[in-house]
């Protein structure tokens, strides 16, 4: 859009601060005292309570059955048909028997369409999560400690329960923390987790996702790492024992990625003529569970297996408070991350389709569904962004899309889940290593990042590599305390600048930018583009003084030694006074004996006279003396025969500045006094009001700096300036004209 030049003129007194408060009626604000209404109780607040942390109630009896529930169903068949390849999956990236991962894939889902507001996302087994859990029960539970005495074979039935006895207390663990911090409503803590930040690290999981599924992939068996550098250890290890691979694995997974890369290149050709995606990971499934039980993959070829799966649902078991202890840090960074993944997905769906998603709310309903969950023996879940877009793009409306997916994964988890048990783990390695090509694709971020922003590729690149090279937990815990470091220096580090006028108007711009941008004669405009606190504030007061062109720090310090040598001096002349005065009074009289009694007299009369003369010349130096002393306390810089400074005002724009300190505070004093001191006055400009507060609360304003020191506007302060010069000279300008 072109804007047409018109000229526009206005005609307003210059502003001070207390000017524009008189003018404005000015009044601090009223305090809402938000705290009080949690304490009433009415039926109306019972009702919005209720509400709001049980959102079913609000959105299902207004649910238009017949626009929305066929795409709904429909929509939830999609998603249980990708569930159920990927909560087998997802379980064995857990370290858990696969059957586990269809429980998760039925509980938290439910729970979810309960408590949760977002419209369009698919909560289950994710794969950040299963490796962020794999890495605690494999650390936890090894296998060399459920070793056999007599043939030294593992115990997979022991190191199974122990397993899930730990995955499921984390997730109890992760419950409570999501839930605590949603009900303080601390949903605002995953805006520490830049986007950059989330990207990086979820790539930075994919690959250790991709390194894990490596043993079942090539049908070796690994020694289990944990802690810094165990994918290092772990990629060494199956580079060393690549030669005792076996080829069925090998061809198992190679033949399953061929077919699913296929399945998925067709689905994106064929997605406008399609009704429905190609099931492409359950046929698959159901394919390769064919021919391991006719072929006999398992003895023929040493392919490694799911083994028997359980039908029917597990008893609800208590969580073993005994291990809290030790999965409280990994609890906390799954519970971050998985929210961040929830949200940042939840939020997106709801920009699109025109609804607004609670954070504190979305808190709340995760932590409940991995909180029960965890009872039902469940591991932590979050949301699939795979299963997410296909939910969206079948016809998926709200949760009722999910609670179906949920109860297509009960049928199979009571009648059919058992007919999985000769499906090969290499099928289960192959769909988990395709369905990480979206997560993988986020390399691209690198070049994107390195036009747009190399601030947030460096966090990317860091967060990628501390994942990588510490593992999940410390990775996630550096990557946050560098991003907020970062966020420290970028304030140390601002853009300082001088402003100078664009002619005819009363805008100010910095004059290394804009090549019309003039500074006004005798005053100096500096500005800074971040807020001034106690981390940059003496950093603000260098760049200010090296920006003016003017070491202040040096003139005060010649001023102040010479001004002490006036003093000085002045001292010895009236020590050098008084001597001469001690001396005259003690000089001895030389009378005459032979001379006549009139010549004593008369000698004696000159003799009193003299010294009433050099009494009245000692007090006379004696008083001009002072009168030196006083002119040297405010002699000048021209007069001392020092440098003045080209300019007389100085005008702090503070319109960047959101809140201040008691260094703050400190600083700018500070910038009065020494300006002061080379005879330069300053003036404040364009504060925002509730920093005006904050000076007037740390007893900023005093005799010597006022309100009339503070401006509405930067142009207001330098016009006020050019009317009070040194000289005396006030400019008749009192109209801005534009």
Sequence with gaps: MELRRRDYHVERPLLNQEQLEELGHWGSATGTRQWRTWFQCSRARARALLLQHLPILAW?????????????LLSGL???IMQLPQGLAYALLAGLPPVFGLYSSFYPVFIYFLFGTSRHISVGTFAVMSVMVGSVTESLAPDEAFLEALNSTVNKEARDNERVRLASTLSVLVGLFQVGLGLVHFGFVVTYLSEPLVRGYTTAAAVQVFVSQLKYVFGLQLSSFSGPLSLIYTVLEVCWKLPQSVVGAVVTAFVTGVVLVVVKLLNDKLRRHLPLPLPGELLTLIGATG????????HRFGVDV???IPAGLVPPVAPSPQLFAKLVGNAFAIAVVGFAIAISLGKIFALRHGYRVDSNQELVALGLSNLIGGIFQCFPVSCSMSRSLVQESTGGNTQVAGATASLFILIIIIKVGELFQELPKAVLAAIIIVNLKGMLMQLADIRALWK???????IWLVTFVATILLNLDLGLAVAIAFSLLLVVVRTQLPHYSILGQVPDTDIYRDVAEYSEAREVP?????????????????????????RCGVDVDHLISQKKKLLKKQELKLKQRQKELRKQAAASKGTPASIDVNASDGNIKSNTVEGFKAEVSTENELQKIAAGGQEDAKAAAVCTLRALGLPQPDFHSLVLDLSTLSYVDTVCLKSLKNIFRDFREIEVEVYMAA?????????EAGHFFDASITKQHLFASVHDAVVFALQHLPSNQVSPVLVTKL
């Excluded at 299902?60 to 929305?68: A, E």
């Excluded at 747009?452 to 460096?458: M, S, T, Y």
């Excluded at 005798?522 to 090296?546: C, H, I, P």
């Excluded at 504060?687 to 000076?695: D, G, K, R, W, Y």
Aim: proline share 6%; hydrophobic share 45%; aromatic share 10%.
């Design 452 to 458: 747009a922003n190399r601030v947030d590729l460096l």
């Design 522 to 546: 005798g005053v100096k405009v500096f500005r800074s583009s971040a807020t001034m606190y106690f981390a940059n504030a003496e950093l603000y007061s260098d760049a200010l003084k090296q």
């Design 78 to 80: 999609s998603v249980a």
């Design 306 to 308: 799911v083994g028997p």
């Design 60 to 72: 299902l009896p207004q649910y238009p059955v017949r626009d929305w529930l066929l795409g709904d």
């Design 291 to 298: 021919i391991s039980y006719s072929a006999g993959l398992k």
């Design 687 to 695: 504060c925002h009001t509730p920093v005006v507060t904050q000076l």
